[in-house]
């Protein structure tokens, strides 16, 4: 496993970026450039990762909605998901991660029509379309599961990789976003071991959060810092290990520097404890 967060040092060049990592302790990185609008800079930065030992993780593409009912707003999506994809691969990040996108007007929002056969015939075209736009060699284009909409659970996400049918097509795999129900919070060690069996060589990055089960009706689940809910982290971290010893594990969704660093000293100890049985 490497660990992976957003950081609080400056990082505005290869060096600084590589000064920030080590500050941390990190040995995953998320991308550090938002655009590809200068090559020269981004084979800087992929050299400076490969010199000091770094992985970059993911390029992030959120906020686009490649399968969007409105048409302008589904293009651009698309649009932006491909320059996103072309900067994974220059760069030499291990993916470029979004979501399917939905059928609501949000990029992410839940709808009654994210679930119907045209949909997944839609993210299907869509996710054709960017990857064989970009032609990417060494990055993937990957999609995380989702709580309300496709995928959903390890079954549809592999139903989707077969329909897709483009070598560079991956998963990236965040258990939290999944545990959706009282059933999925209380076993989702048993969760994250199938999407783990049926997923595995797909998965190329991981995101690192926690949930959290409140006793009020109807249900309600949040997501937490790392340590505060109950996601089965000895199970996640050791289906990682198993799967691949530079798979980066990336921290995400707290508010400033000391949750961050909270977050980590969490995961190593159990890290540490696990190589420890």
């Not at 400076?48 to 707003?73: C, K, L, M, R, Y």
């Amino acid at each position: 496993m490497r660990l992976g967060a957003p950081l609080f040092k400056p990082s505005d060049d290869p060096d600084s970026w590589i000064s920030a990592l080590a500050y941390h302790g990190y040995t995953a990185a998320f991308c550090p450039l938002k655009d590809l609008n200068d090559p020269n800079l981004a084979q800087a930065y992929a050299d400076a990762a490969t010199q000091n030992n770094i992985v970059i993780a993911e390029v992030g593409a959120f906020g686009n909605n490649p399968i969007s009912p409105d048409d302008s707003i589904r293009k651009q999506g698309i649009e932006n998901c491909q320059n996103k994809l072309a900067l994974a691969d220059a760069i030499g990040a291990r993916c470029c991660v979004n979501t399917s996108g939905s059928r609501a007007e949000g990029w992410a929002s839940p709808h009654a029509d994210n679930y119907a056969p045209e949909t997944f015939d839609l993210i299907v075209e869509s996710v054709r379309t960017i990857i064989d736009a970009v032609n990417p060699t060494r990055s993937f284009y990957t999609l995380e599961m989702m709580p309300y909409m496709l995928p959903d659970s390890p079954e549809s996400n592999l139903d989707l990789i077969k329909a897709v049918d483009r070598k560079q097509f991956a998963v990236h795999f965040d258990p939290v976003n999944i545990v959706n129900s009282p059933h999925r919070y209380y076993n989702n060690g048993a969760l994250i071991r199938d999407c783990f069996k049926i997923l595995g060589p797909y998965i190329k990055s991981c995101h690192a959060k926690d949930i959290l089960l409140h006793d009020k009706l109807t249900t309600h689940l949040d997501e937490v810092r790392p340590g505060l809910g109950n996601l089965d982290y000895t199970t996640f971290l050791h289906e990682i290990d198993k799967l691949d010893s530079d798979m980066p594990l990336m921290i995400e969704h707290l508010k400033g520097e000391e949750e961050y660093a909270k977050a980590a000293e969490h995961i190593r100890l159990l890290w540490k404890a696990l190589w420890n049985r």
